[in-house]
């Protein structure tokens, strides 16, 4: 099977993978530079780097790259290390560069008013497959959405009934209305998605579990969830926050460690007892959708 062809068919199935490749090779060793590996998030294999312990040890590492999504170079001496010495190599060194193979990032948007316009916008010129969803035909069109991959104006619950959210997906809700922003929420939480973020007031989003929670939703599900949607950083407008939520997506998406201003409140205040306060930008998201 062809290597290339593999990786395109595992992301298209939005599966993970990891591709393990020889950059450096000294002395003899029982393969050549440039060979490939591919490992599944099944743990299956395409092709090969020479077999034997080495190819075991990296088929463990690429296991953990794609779980971190990050890249890692390992090298091996096979003259040094006796664990090698098993009649497939003839000694030598290599060093083999692992990179991650994951899926497109699906950013699902529900609602088509300004600030989705300009979240479809931004998030998809950050590499973003956007899916834009919204039951108002004039408003969920192609010609407003050149940018989503696809557009579908439809009433959100049979929406929510073709749409199937994996762990590379990413949900933002801006509807125009709570009791939308209600309903696709209590959807939204017992996905698989990887990010779950809805826009509005603190005050409104405080309404908005509590209600579902004495619906029987667990409380332990909105803790991933962004509400207010986004960074902090003062946005007001719709384009601002646009960037905003589409920050917040991106350090979402490249595991940032360092801290952030992060709107949501809900989660740490919880326990907390907190009385919600407004401000600018939680006034004015409202007013743009």
């Known amino acids: 099977m062809d290597i290339y062809e593999q990786i395109v068919e595992l992301r298209r199935s939005g599966r993970r993978g990891a591709v393990a490749t020889i950059v ?86 529900f609602g088509a008013g300004h600030v989705a316009l300009n979240v479809c916008q931004t998030a998809a010129s950050a590499g973003f497959d956007v899916t834009v969803t919204d039951d108002r035909s004039s408003y969920a069109t192609r010609e407003r959405f050149p940018a989503a991959r696809e557009v579908h104006a439809l009433d959100f619950e049979e929406a929510m009934r073709k749409l199937d959210p994996n762990e590379s997906s990413y949900i933002v809700i801006v509807t125009r209305g709570h009791r939308d922003d209600m309903r696709i929420l209590r959807w939204a939480v017992q996905s698989r998605a990887r990010y779950v973020g809805m826009i509005g007031s603190k005050r409104k989003v405080i309404e908005i579990f509590k209600a579902l929670q004495k619906e029987g939703v667990p409380a332990h599900l909105f803790d991933r969830v962004h509400a207010p949607v986004g960074l902090d950083i003062g946005a007001v407008t719709p384009e601002e926050i646009a960037v905003a939520i589409t920050a917040e997506l991106i350090a979402i998406r490249r595991h ?29 998201v409202d007013e743009n959708l």
């Open 24 to 109: 450096n090779v000294r002395g003899s060793i029982p393969s050549f530079k440039t060979a490939k590996m591919l490992v599944r998030d099944d743990g299956s294999i395409v092709g090969t780097i020479g077999g034997g312990c080495v190819e075991a040890d990296v088929w463990q590492a690429a296991r953990e790259v794609m779980e971190s999504e990050k890249p890692r170079t390992l090298k091996f001496d096979l003259n040094q290390d006796p664990k090698y010495d098993t009649g497939l190599v003839c000694g030598g060194t290599l060093e083999i560069f692992i990179e991650p193979v994951l899926p497109p990032a699906i950013l699902y948007v």
């Open 256 to 284: 940032a460690t360092a801290a952030l201003p992060h709107l949501s409140w809900f989660k740490t205040q919880r326990d907390e007892g907190a009385e919600p306060a407004m401000d600018t930008m939680e006034n004015a």
